[in-house]
């Protein structure tokens, strides 16, 4: 039988691959080949390190750049266990309410984050809560998930960012604090903003799908992990 192309090309840097992919579905099916799986990445020895990509680098850095150092990055390292090469395109913890309108704000005594400020003043005013697709951090980030795809052309997977479409998202929009008060004075409101939130959610997998490729090249969710032939996201919600 003919090897998978994308397969094939995800071998450059990760020629046990097929070892690994035998662990992930065992995985997905709730059963065990040997041993769970194990993702470990290291240093590879005999190729210099370049920098680190920073969420900083990734929202305002020259894009060709950033795919170029993280194709070395990928490159650079030992992918072990079930590890797989990826890259992370994400722009931060809170990077879903910035998509939806929020501005994004940095820190020098942080500079390995960031956070959005809230924009949501009353509920009434402020939903329906959208995707804003002219919003030039969107943008720019589907512009980094093509280019990549590009570039990287199945060698290295682009990793989905943290969805934080639920209670977080409610939460970054409108602040955690006064959250927590609306879900007692205002709970009818806050199941209509949720609906928005689910509906958002399919519309950034969808976007994020297209742009990297995924169907095409495979997916990879958690940086280093959960590699899968199959689109799967880990949901989450710090906010409760």
């Known amino acids: 039988m003919s090897e998978n192309p994308p397969e094939s090309a995800l071998k450059t840097f990760k020629p046990d691959l097929d070892e690994a992919n035998q662990r992930w579905q065992a995985f ?26 920073t969420y900083h680098d990734k929202v305002f850095g020259e894009i060709d750049e950033i795919v170029t150092r993280g194709l070395a990055l990928a490159e650079a ?12 395109p994400s722009f931060g913890p809170d990077e879903i309410a910035v998509f939806c309108g929020a501005d994004l ?3 020098s005594d942080s500079p390995d984050t960031n956070w959005s400020a809230p924009f949501v003043e009353e509920w009434e ?8 697709t002219s919003h030039p951090p969107w943008q720019r980030q589907q512009a980094i998930y093509r280019r ?5 052309a199945g060698k290295v997977l682009l990793v ?26 205002s709970p009818g409101l806050i199941d209509q903003a949720m609906t928005d939130a689910r509906a958002i959610f399919r519309q950034l997998w969808a976007a994020l799908v297209a742009a990297g490729r995924m169907d ?5 969710l958690e940086s280093h992990a959960l590699y899968s032939r199959e689109g799967s996201a880990t949901l989450q919600c710090d906010f409760s």
């Not at 390292?77 to 992370?88: D, Q, R």
């Not at 990549?148 to 990287?152: D, H, Q, T």
């Not at 960012?161 to 959250?179: E, I, S, Y």
């Open 28 to 53: 997905y099916a709730g059963e065990i080949v040997d041993r769970p799986p194990v993702c470990v990445t290291a240093p590879r020895d005999g190729y210099p390190q370049p920098a680190p990509i």
């Open 77 to 88: 390292t030992f992918w072990g266990g079930e590890a797989v090469p990826s890259f992370y």
């Open 105 to 107: 704000h940095w820190s």
């Open 125 to 132: 005013k402020g939903l329906p809560l959208r995707l804003q």
């Open 148 to 152: 990549a795809a590009e570039r990287f």
């Open 160 to 185: 989905v960012p943290d969805l934080h479409t639920n209670m977080d998202l409610l939460a970054a929009v409108r602040g955690p604090q006064r959250m927590c008060l609306d879900l007692l004075d």
């Open 216 to 220: 095409e090249f495979g997916y990879c």
